[in-house]
């Protein structure tokens, strides 16, 4: 199956080359002398005194580059965060690398000094917000009561117990000074437009990287309930346990809410999602000469029964032609969770990737490949994995290793090490969640 891995990875690599979050900004905000167009809403900069461009996520660089290329020097000051090794030269926006997905210092700091630059806006300025996925982690100023290992606490146990993003997030928000519209809070009354690289299925702007700029849907009682129901209450610190019931019963300040003045002159714009990615998937894989079904851009769910089903799916193709004849590409998208119960090391992307190898397990002429699209899977060097129906056989007769094993103790990574089947990209500088692809010959 030397061929269907090469397609493979020749349609991952399609993908990647068509979500530039560059050439993404540029596609949806032009300049026409002194007027800016964002999705066809124009504004004239010359009724602005000064313009500010903030951000904060992992394709956050890139973005600013675009802002920098189409406004130059109109641009008064700017700064984004973005994860370690992930900036890029840039002129007029200042950069502060921080860590992901575990915040740190370096991201409280830029977080703060984001606050303090809004701080001094008016309503004669412009702010130009990008936001990327990544910014959850990366836009971290909390409560004043919140400690920074309370808050490294509950994201280590919230990322841990196989909570969903929109569920880490609504904590987040609880948690901070910034997201949950809180960056428009603090920038009002200034014009504020927000350009957005959706990393989250269905796109909600009130979750990716926990809406900083837009309304917010959930409430501290929604928070409270989510450490309830993953019995996380004794394995926080207190105080942050403690903030979140004062919160419930309304003794600190909700999020912003629909209908708050502070969201009349804003704009969201998404301008790159899991979509394009699964596009142009389809796109390479026709090209190449598969039949193609593009599945769903909305997977979810724990990552070892999602891949389950994705496997169950090539197999149906590979013995009848249904829904797709072969020669075939099975498409797909989203960005499931692990709930980590063993000591292993691996990601969501991996642990589909095994998962999916030990469903196909004897099955030929079946290729998966699941990656994330931002370079990273998990706490690991890799992207992801690509897999065929000799991979467990493989895995068991050359290396000694029993599969389930691995993906019982979620030791995904350290399985692949051993067989050679990582796909590894490096930063991507862009990040619009997963992609899986089957290939069956």
């Known amino acids: 199956m030397p061929i269907l891995r090469e397609h493979a990875n020749e349609i991952f690599k399609h993908v990647l080359s068509t979500l530039d979050p560059e050439q993404l900004v540029k596609e949806k905000v032009s300049i026409q002398d002194s007027t800016l167009i964002v999705e066809k809403r124009e504004y004239n900069l010359n009724n602005y005194e000064n313009i500010y461009v903030v951000g904060g ?9 675009a802002m920098e290329e189409l406004l130059g020097d109109k641009i008064d000051n700017g700064l984004i965060v973005v994860k370690y090794n992930h900036g890029l030269p840039l002129n007029k926006i200042e950069t502060v690398e921080a860590s992901h997905p575990i915040p740190d210092k370096n991201g409280i700091r830029g977080t703060s000094d984001i606050l303090r630059l809004l701080s001094k806006t008016g309503e004669k300025d412009l702010v130009i917000c990008l936001i990327s ?6 836009l971290v100023q909390p409560h004043k009561e919140i400690t ?3 808050l490294q606490i509950i994201s280590t146990k919230l990322l841990a ?23 428009a809070r603090a920038s009002y009354p200034s014009t504020l437009i927000t350009l957005i690289l959706s990393d989250v299925v269905g ?7 926990s809406g900083p700029t837009v309304p917010d849907e959930s409430t501290f009682e929604d928070a409270y309930k989510i450490i309830q129901k993953y019995s996380l209450e004794d394995k926080i610190l207190n105080s942050v346990y403690r903030f979140l019931r004062s919160g419930k019963t309304g003794k600190i300040e909700e999020t912003p809410k629909n209908g708050d003045e502070i969201f009349d002159n804003t704009q969201n714009v998404i301008v790159g999602s899991n979509k394009i990615a699964l596009d142009a998937a389809e796109k390479k894989a026709k090209d190449l000469g598969y039949n193609t079904i593009i599945l769903s851009s909305l997977v979810e769910g724990e990552s070892k029964d999602a891949a389950k089903f994705f496997a169950a799916i090539a197999k149906e193709v590979s013995r009848t032609g249904t829904p797709v004849p072969k020669p075939a590409c099975i498409i797909a998208g989203g960005e499931t969770t692990v709930t980590i119960k063993g000591k292993g090391k691996g990601g969501r992307n991996q642990e589909f990737a095994l ?3 030990l469903e196909i397990s004897g099955c030929d002429g079946i290729v998966v490949l699941s990656a994330g699209t931002d370079g990273t899977d998990g706490p690991t060097d890799a992207t992801g994995a690509i897999v065929d129906s000799n991979t467990c056989k493989n895995a068991k007769v050359k290396f000694c290793l029993k ?14 090490n051993n067989t050679g089947e990582h796909i590894i990209t490096g930063p991507t500088m862009t990040n619009v ?4 692809i089957s290939l069956i010959d």
């Open 161 to 183: 117990c196989g909570a969903r993003i929109d569920e880490i997030n609504t904590v987040r928000k609880h948690l901070s000074s910034i997201k949950g519209g809180q960056l």
């Open 433 to 436: 969640m997963d992609i899986m």
């Open 355 to 357: 998962s999916a190898a």
């Open 57 to 65: 996520g992992k394709a956050c660089a890139p973005m600013a580059k």
């Open 133 to 138: 996925g990544g910014g959850s982690a990366l």
């Open 148 to 150: 920074l290992p309370g």
């Open 203 to 209: 796109d909600p702007m009130d979750i990716i990287a």
């Open 403 to 416: 599969p389930e094993e691995y993906l019982r103790r979620n030791d995904s990574y350290n399985f692949f």
